[in-house]
């Protein structure tokens, strides 16, 4: 009799176990754009991930080994958020550059973020974006000031601008 009760408990066990893994949301269905950064009358492309959903944006670049040079992350909001909003580094083993923009993609501040080392996201500094802003775009870390990018320049999504 202790047979089949153990064949059952594994079972539902195998059905729990799948039915968390199919939860776990999932970076590699993100969109991906052609942009370009343009600072001095100059058009950097970059290929840019977009994140637009609660889910999206919240898993951002977590877990991801390495981010390809010229490539980004773009957080998208409906409504602005305040400057006292920012963004952790939990669970981000990459250090990255952020760029806080206003809606027409107007760069009102860019910082650096080392990962956090913490297995508790509770331990992990926030980075406030210092404006208010609908955009906030993730590069590895160094990209802006490397490329000459600063607060006044703009990203831009149309492609006609990137030539």
């Not at 269905?29 to 637009?52: G, S, W, Y």
């Not at 390809?68 to 992350?73: E, I, K, L, T, Y």
């Not at 210092?130 to 990203?155: C, K, Q, T, W």
């Amino acid at each position: 009799m202790a047979r089949p009760t153990r064949m059952a408990l594994l079972a539902l066990t195998a059905l729990l176990f799948s039915g968390c893994l199919a939860a776990l949301p999932d970076n590699d269905f993100l969109p991906v754009k052609q942009a370009c950064l343009i600072a001095d009358q100059q058009a950097i492309p970059i290929t840019l991930e977009i994140a637009r959903s609660s889910e999206e944006r919240s898993r951002g670049l977590m877990e991801r080994a390495r981010l390809a040079a010229d490539a980004g992350m773009l957080f998208v909001y409906s409504s602005q958020r305040r400057a006292d909003h920012g963004f952790w580094m939990y669970r981000t083993l990459i250090p990255l550059d952020i760029a806080y923009m206003d809606r027409n993609g107007v760069i009102g501040a860019i910082q650096q973020m080392p990962p956090c080392p913490s297995d508790r996201g509770r331990d992990c500094p926030t980075y406030p974006a210092g404006v208010p802003f609908y955009l906030a775009l993730e590069m590895n870390y160094g990209y802006f000031e490397s490329h000459g990018i600063d607060a006044g320049d703009r990203l831009s999504l149309e492609s006609s601008d990137c030539h």
